[in-house]
């Protein structure tokens, strides 16, 4: 029924008034579609029914098999993967990165980085076009010097001369900026490595005499917090196949029983929770570094 065939009141008959009825119904169940993030796929899946838990409008609109990626990625809004393309996204999956000089570049799970970027937009197409190039939907793109498509001198023009020497004056620039971006990350890294390793060294000896100290550390409650941070209460093994269990592991709710022992609220328990967490991973990280140098 159109906008512009309005009845008046006098004249509406019970099925024309139906007919608006369903129309509005219609109107205020409509589907929200969410459509893969990968170029060219057009699955999609109704995020209205998923949200109130109803069945979707049609059975290909069905959220089962998707998965989505958070904000936090190259993708400002998040992004929704169809199951088909579930394990090719999971497998460069993107994280976005900033140089020290403010450009934009991506750490694919797959060890593949754009160049630099001064505009965070432009990133995410790249990664769209490297997905593709994975994919096969893309021929690999041939390098710029490849010997064969190189133009014999004959064949030269005025233009085809113009584009070569803006390609090796961009090279000049990215080369020079590349140099000052792996300056800045050097002097970083020099800087940011000792500082850690030292932390790591105090944190451990914090660890050691905690450990080594007879007192029962979860009497007192500012004990109990320090040890909590230092220590830890919950188990930190992150190993793929363990299961915690009550014979060689403290599982995942000793926090939470030492918290309301001595009736903290739950958010300052979550905060600890999160200050062990810094510190653990500080420690993580710190060796992995270790490792890293003795390695090489
Ligand atoms: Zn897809
Ligand atoms: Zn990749
Ligand atoms: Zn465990």
């Not at 059975?59 to 809004?77: D, H, N, R, V, Y």
């Not at 169809?82 to 994280?95: E, F, G, M």
């Not at 970083?188 to 660890?207: C, D, F, I, N």
């Not at 007192?215 to 040890?227: F, G, I, V």
């Amino acid at each position: 029924m159109s906008t512009d065939a309005r009845i008046p009141l006098a004249e509406l008959t019970e099925d024309e008034l139906q007919t608006l009825y369903d129309e509005r119904d219609a109107h205020r169940n409509a589907p929200v579609l969410r459509t893969c993030l990968v170029p060219g796929c057009i699955k999609q899946y109704d995020a209205l029914s998923t949200m109130t838990g109803t069945p979707p409008p049609r059975p290909e609109l069905s959220a089962t098999g998707w998965k989505q990626i958070g904000t936090g990625s190259i993708f400002p809004a998040g992004g929704n993967i169809c199951p088909t393309h579930v394990d090719i996204v999971t497998s460069h999956l993107p994280r976005r990165l900033q140089t020290p000089s403010g450009r934009w570049s991506i750490d694919c799970a797959c060890g593949w980085s754009p160049l630099p970027q001064r505009w965070h937009h432009l990133v995410a197409a790249l990664w769209e076009e490297h997905l593709l190039t994975e994919l096969g939907d893309l021929p690999p793109a041939p390098p710029i010097t490849d010997p064969e498509h190189r133009t014999p001198l004959a064949e030269l023009t005025d233009a085809s001369l113009d584009e070569l020497y803006d390609r090796l004056e961009d090279a000049e620039t990215y080369t020079q900026e590349l140099r000052e971006i792996t300056r800045a990350a050097m002097l970083g890294y020099s800087q940011a490595v000792p500082a850690l390793l030292g932390v790591k060294t105090s944190l451990e000896a914090l660890h050691q005499r905690i450990s080594l100290d007879s007192r029962d550390w979860t009497h007192d409650k500012t004990d109990a917090w320090l040890y909590a941070i230092l220590v830890g209460v919950n188990c930190e093994n992150t190993d793929t196949g363990h299961v915690h269990n009550d014979i060689d592991c403290s599982g995942d709710q000793a926090l939470w029983n030492l918290g309301r022992q001595h009736d903290i609220p739950t958010d300052q328990i979550i905060r600890t929770g999160h200050l062990r967490w810094w510190v653990a991973n500080a420690i993580k990280t710190a060796q992995q570094i270790e490792q890293a140098g003795d390695d090489a």
